[in-house]
């Protein structure tokens, strides 16, 4: 609200505090309310109402006086903090014009300060993430609901009505990071938990599963996401030479080329962490675990043809519709929920249940409720907090624990390296990734370290100076490693290993209607289309052999659309 403030009376008699710049309409309205006042600019978290009362008499006299006043009010404001000044704190003296020698002459060396601008500029810009480069993000908080200790001593769920201040950041995989938004791709949905035992990072997407099991062929996949070596353009072609290889990728194909490839922005789609984790509760006992995240917003798709026209109209249109919604206090939610499953399930499962290209049937293991997610808040500066962001599936918290699955293995390492290498060393020290609780280690030094370096206290453990210690009730249950064996295994070999087409057979036939398998095929095709060069055949009719082993009806439909003669490509292959 407005109000008096403490000033030469008759200059500024009102002044408002909001946040800039999402609140300036909130400023120009109480410039509104409060009689007499018109909003004049903002200060750092504040509006300044300027009062505009008629001098009294509307003697002319008053008038000059008041404007002497004002204007002296200006000048002791810019005397204190208004000043434009160099990085190192000089003040500016001219920012508009360089210091050259003459009129028209060559400019000076001197001119300091027109080095210090273009060199920073040329800065700007630090490495895009090499995956999930285009992504938005907020903050928001976690509820919990339901109690679920006998599951997990984790401390940001041991009470129901707990919160957790979170933050998260959505995002595109393949494309850069002014790519649009609509394009057909999982979507990232990585929640960072800053909870009082270090910060909780579930790192998922909007998907249960994923195209591989094995991070060694984690590159190679994305380089057929991303732009031919040669053309630099996206190819159709590098996508399914890589998927019909690798039939494990099946299930996530299926869910890719359904509608829920092209989400209606980002409040509208589900997360999971997709792993499986596990939980240890306060005796000990260790569970696997999924997570997920259920919209409240309800689930809304664009069909292919939407999400086209979406990229046309709107690049930035998952950006936008997020910021609306919260700016607009329409906060969206999520509900948290597991699926647990106890390791004496795991070992009689028919499938690995660390196989990330499965799910677990929601009937023998259901959902749960843990809590609420709700976004409430766009950080006030996009590259501050939304670009700086890190994320690491290695970032867990006592309570909840990682399993074998390979690929959440191969993950633990590969975050913390690409920030190192995007960020620097000391990422961890950014506000956004910085745990808000003690941290209190004996890392030193290195780029950009901005912490106070743990000033002068000893830089190595043990010691005798200080009160660190390790707390060992912290400590997970051990882990029976069942098979004594190191070698390089087949993903696909083996029992349990090797059935790809199950699971998308039960997505195909129960989980999706005939709208859904009409768009699903429709959007195969288009994408299979573009396929090109001396292998097409050979791509197409690999996977359509996969197709068919998901469902007759489905290698048929694709089949269909593509022109391709089943009978004739089999009576070829009869003959070769
Ligand atoms: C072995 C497999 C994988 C590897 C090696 C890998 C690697 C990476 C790397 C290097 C980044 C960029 C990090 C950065 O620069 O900040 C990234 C981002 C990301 N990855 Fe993965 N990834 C893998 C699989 C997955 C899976 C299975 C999921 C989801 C279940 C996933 C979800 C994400 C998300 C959401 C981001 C963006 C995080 C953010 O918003 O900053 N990734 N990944």
């Not at 273009?118 to 490495?127: G, Q, T, V």
Request: hydrophobic share 35%; with cysteine.
């Amino acid at each position: 609200m407005a109000r008096q403030a403490g000033r030469p009376k008759g200059a500024f008699l009102c002044e408002a505090t909001f946040s800039w710049p999402s609140d300036v309409q909130q400023c120009r309205a109480a410039a509104d309310r409060a009689k007499n006042c018109v909003f004049l600019r903002r200060a750092e978290q504040t509006c300044e109402l300027r009062n505009v009362a008629p001098a009294e008499g509307g003697r002319p006299k008053n008038h000059i006086i008041f404007l002497i006043l004002n204007i002296a009010y200006i000048m002791s404001k810019k005397e204190q903090n208004h000043k434009l000044r160099s990085a190192s704190g000089r003040p500016y003296t001219n920012h508009e014009n360089s210091k050259s020698a003459g009129r028209r002459g060559p400019l000076l060396l001197e001119d300091y300060i027109l080095h210090e601008k273009l060199a920073h500029f040329n800065r700007e810009r630090i490495p895009e993430r090499v995956v999930h480069a285009k992504g938005s993000g907020a903050f928001g908080t976690f509820t919990v609901t339901q109690d679920v200790s006998k599951y997990s001593r984790a401390k940001f769920l041991n009470q129901i009505g707990k919160e957790t201040k979170v933050f998260l950041r959505f995002s595109t995989v393949g494309g850069e990071k002014g790519s649009a938004d609509s394009e057909r791709d999982p979507r990232g949905f990585a929640v960072k938990f800053y909870t009082e035992d270090g910060n909780f990072d579930m790192v998922g997407n909007n998907t249960p599963v994923f195209f591989i099991k094995d991070p060694k062929k984690f590159p190679d996949f994305i380089h057929t996401q991303k732009r031919d070596p040669k053309t630099n353009l996206k190819s159709p072609t590098m996508m399914w030479d890589f998927w019909s290889l690798n039939p494990e990728s099946l299930h996530q194909v299926l869910i890719l080329f359904s509608d829920r490839g092209t989400p209606y922005g980002y409040r509208h789609m589900n997360g999971y962490g997709s792993h499986t984790f596990s939980m240890v509760n306060a005796d000990n006992e260790r569970v696997w675990v999924k997570f997920h995240f259920k919209t409240l917003q309800g689930i809304k798709n664009m069909t292919g043809a939407e999400a086209d026209q979406m990229r046309a109209k709107d690049m930035d249109f998952s950006q936008r519709d997020l910021v609306e919604a919260i700016e607009s206090g329409n906060f969206p939610k999520w509900r948290f929920m597991i699926q647990t499953m106890t390791d004496e399930q795991a070992q009689a499962l028919p499938f690995n249940p660390f196989d990330l290209s499965k799910v677990w049937s929601h009937k023998d293991f259901p959902l749960q409720e843990v809590g609420i997610l709700e976004l409430n808040q766009i950080p006030r500066n996009y590259f501050a907090t939304v670009e700086q962001s890190a994320f690491a599936p290695a970032h867990i918290v006592d309570g909840i624990g990682y399993s074998p699955d390979k690929m959440l293995q191969g993950r633990l390492l590969s975050y913390p390296d690409a920030h190192r290498y995007r960020l620097g060393a000391n990422y961890e020290q950014i506000p956004v990734n910085r745990c808000p609780f003690a941290v209190k280690n004996y890392q030193r030094d290195g780029l950009m370290r901005v912490d106070g370096n743990g000033e002068e206290g000893p830089n190595y453990y043990p010691n005798s100076f200080d009160d660190i210690y390790e707390d060992a009730s912290y400590t997970e249950p051990a882990e029976e490693i069942k098979d004594p064996v190191a070698d390089f295994f087949d993903r696909n070999e083996g029992p349990g290993e090797n059935d790809h087409f199950s699971q998308p057979a039960a997505l195909f036939n129960e989980v999706m209607n005939d709208y859904d398998r009409h768009n699903l095929v429709a959007n195969i095709v288009g994408a299979m289309q573009g396929i090109a060069g001396p292998k097409r055949e050979t791509i197409i009719n690999r996977q359509l052999c996969h197709f068919f082993r998901v469902d007759p009806k489905l290698g048929a439909a694709v089949a269909q659309g593509l022109e391709v003669d089943v009978e004739a490509v089999m009576a070829s292959l009869k003959h070769e």
